[in-house]
């Protein structure tokens, strides 16, 4: 019913449902934070604080987008994307912020050949997915905010303020026409590729700082997310192992390992074990499941090696 609704007022509508409605498909809307959060951890595997969802989903209810500020690997995105599917019903679009974003990328635009031959109408006007999911009355996370430019930026503030997309070569007005359609940024500020928020910009959304999780939580994530693997490891090893990787975040080295690297370093570490037949993780897998997970530089190998080789026991 909602599908015939749309599409019957206009070509776009239609449009937007033959490309993205399939790919986007609908999940139960869960708009109630002590459930959210089960959820979160029972189904996407994510460890989140109830005040957390509280705090998101006043903030859609009072028509206020959020913006999820703080280093790589804390779980910006997963958990922005997470709490925007749950609260909209539908899976939600992930838009990863680039220099060159504009209207055209992220709004819509023209087919080159059928604009020539038809004219700029809706016949050859191609919805993109800001659109999309206003339409589809979805939530949006645009990834990496502080990557696009200035005037992206600038655009998306009359969308935040009204709750519209406006197309002028088509005289049209598209409305929000639900409460499911919201958006989450993610920023990381000490990112080198960046540019600044504006005052105007940030007076419109509710900030939220993300910072590595505390030993005991990090372990309980591990937990979460090794499943079955977890018996390999042996007493304390773990426990170790992420007293390295706090300490690799605390050097003056570029790349600082997040929970997903946690995750990943333990998952390979495991599985290289088994391969070798080991009856549990040694130091060894470790190791060289630290060069192929946690080394991104050829330069600060030695560096991280020498931090885990001095945590680790043998």
Known sequence: MEREKAISKDQIAE?????YDQAYEKV??????KEASRLLKEKYKLLVEEDLVTLVFSSFIEGFPVLFEGPPGTGKTEIGEALLTLWGGRK????PCSENYDEYRVIGDFHPLRAYKEGF???????RPLLAALILDSGVLIDEIRRSSEEFQNLLLDIIDKR??????LKRVYKASGEGFQIIF?????????????????????????????????????????GEKIELYEGEVMVYALKAIDEIRKTDLLYKPGVADSVRW????????QLRNHRKVMVEDLIDGAKASLVKRAEEEKTILEIIESNVPH
């Open 186 to 226: 993610t920023s990381n500020p000490e990112d080198l590729a960046q540019n600044e928020l504006s005052d105007a910009f940030l007076r419109r959304v509710v900030r939220i700082t993300f910072s590595y999780p505390p030993l005991n939580k990090e372990l309980e994530i591990l937990r979460l997310r090794l």
């Open 121 to 127: 109408n809706e016949n050859s006007f191609i919805p």
């Open 164 to 169: 519209r997309i406006i197309i002028p070569e």
């Open 28 to 33: 139960p809307s869960i708009r109630n934070p």
């Open 92 to 95: 939600s679009f992930v838009l």
């Open 266 to 273: 333990m998952g390979i570490s495991a599985r290289i074990a």
């Open 15 to 19: 449009k937007v449902y033959e490309i």
